[in-house]
């Protein structure tokens, strides 16, 4: 049996970007929905790193220096775009 879920009153901006999202996938907003869905309460308790699950789902690759010194500022670069 499939069980149905509604979802209401969401941001503009979350409708917006689960739309670019499932564009993108190739999939109808609905199916990217489920995706989503069974990713956040099925995957198991893997372990990511911080770039990684800051950026996951961004569309962005972001390359972070992480090899600076006390007085040196951490640089940041965007990349793949």
Same mark, same amino acid.
């Given at each position: 049996?499939?069980?149905?879920?509604?979802? /209401?009153?969401?941001?503009?901006?979350?409708? &917006?970007? *689960?739309? +670019? &999202?499932? /564009?993108?996938?190739?999939? +109808?907003?609905?199916?990217?929905?489920?995706?989503? *869905?069974?990713?956040?309460? *099925?995957?198991? !308790?893997?372990?990511?790193? *911080?770039?990684?699950?800051?950026? !996951?789902?961004?569309?962005?690759?972001?390359?972070?220096?992480?090899?600076?010194?006390?007085?040196?500022?951490?640089?940041?670069?965007?990349?793949?775009?």
């Amino acid at each position: 049996m499939m069980t149905q879920l509604l979802v /209401r009153n969401l941001e503009e901006g979350v409708v &917006r970007r *689960l739309k +670019a &999202r499932a /564009r993108r996938h190739g999939v +109808a907003m609905e199916e990217e929905h489920r995706r989503i *869905l069974r990713e956040a309460c *099925l995957r198991s !308790r893997e372990r990511v790193g *911080l770039i990684d699950f800051l950026c !996951r789902g961004a569309g962005v690759a972001v390359e972070v220096d992480l090899e600076f010194g006390r007085s040196r500022k951490p640089e940041v670069r965007r990349t793949g775009f």
